[in-house]
Each structure stands twice: as structure tokens, then as C-alpha cells.
């Protein structure tokens, strides 16, 4: 997060952190972050840094 935020000082690569974030608002529920996660494997490196910002940025 760090290599493309300014404002994270985390070290997991974005993709890690939004499954992270996902997990947690499913209740660590695999499947249900699974399927959350499906569309995020086809966005480009922009959309999933604005998808990050929206659910990661405090």
C-alpha cells in the first residue's frame, strides 16, 4: 500500500488489503469476499487504486 499511497504507511500489496477489508465487513466469510473479489481480478491498476482509496483511506 505504501509503494502506491502517500497516505499508508502498510506494507500489504492493495489487492491484499482489499480482500483484507472485505473479510472483515463479511465476517471472515471466504465465499461471500470470494465473490466480492471476482470483479477486482479484471480492473485495471486505476480502478482498483480508487477502489482502495474509497474502502481504505481514513
Not at 35 to 50: G, I, R
Request: hydrophobic letters at 40%; proline letters at 3%.
Amino acid at each position: 500500500m505504501n509503494a502506491v499511497f502517500d497516505w499508508s504507511d502498510e506494507e500489504t500489496p492493495v489487492r491484499d488489503a482489499i480482500w483484507d477489508a472485505y473479510m472483515e465487513a463479511n465476517n471472515h466469510d471466504t465465499i461471500k469476499t470470494e465473490e466480492q473479489m471476482k470483479p477486482v481480478l479484471d480492473m485495471s491498476d486505476d480502478d482498483v487504486k480508487a477502489l482502495a482509496e474509497k474502502l481504505l483511506k481514513k
